[in-house]
């Protein structure tokens, strides 16, 4: 009775370690696969902070006119009676996609650029919502370019006038005439908060595959990018900024710059082949009342 005893007891403790074993075995593969269901789940909050810390848009620009805004018999007309901002020889070439959803259309007078001459031939780009209520409007100010380019000796300087919905004062961005050959080009402007100006610079990336910019503060510091893809045939830039400088204001102007980015180097021509002109005497500049005048 003894050893029957003495060998139930072995089985028994057996038995109780066979399910310790097991029981251990099974708290380990579950803790595994709790580590490689946590890790994932960091890495996901991490890319959600990172993207919290910027404010992103897309401008993707179209190749054609066909498509839902300009497309259509009559869509025109109702497009103006929408906006007075729309005017009939306006030309819808972009959106502007955030969170993945279309908020705005960005626009250009076709007449003004495509028909006319000296300087009368402008640049003029709108800026709507995705209800095509007007948000903004930049203006290439072909008086202030043409002194600017004169006086860099012929070296193209656009400046362009930007009037912003819910904003008091008129912003002015200019190309800077400090420009080396083979060296990128720069872009400055400023806005005031609380009365106070703040200055930023645009300057084109050195390796520049896309039409790529940087956006810096006056501090010289990097709080903004435009990345251009390089494989589009319209046009296509991912903008990002700091969340902390992300201001309307200044998210609107960097949108219609990207729009502008379409037309920069006919506009650079432009400016030359005018400069050229009027240093020449071939051609007597006038402004238009949409330039201001010192008087």
Known sequence: MADGSRTAELEANAAAAEAASEARAEVLQRTAKSASTTEPTKAAKRSLRSKAEFTEFVIDV??????SIEFGIYKHS????????????MDIFAEVIEHGERTGLLGYREDLWKKNTGMDKRLVFKLFNETLNWRATMDLMIG???????????????CFSINVSDHENMVYLERSAHKWPLLPENFSFFLLEDGKPQFFRLRRDFIDL??????????NQAIGTLDGRVLSIGG??????????ADPRLMMVLKLFCGMLIFNADARRHMRTLAREVAAGRYTPKLEKQEPTCT
């Open 62 to 67: 179209w190749i054609t006119n066909f498509n």
């Open 144 to 158: 202030r370019s043409l002194q600017l380019t004169l006086g860099a000796h012929g070296l193209p300087v656009t």
């Open 78 to 89: 109702r497009n103006r009676a929408k906006s007075r901002q729309f005017t009939t020889d």
């Open 236 to 245: 296509h830039w991912k903008g990002r900024v700091k969340a902390e400088y």
């Open 210 to 219: 896309g039409g790529d910019y940087t956006l810096y503060n006056h501090h």
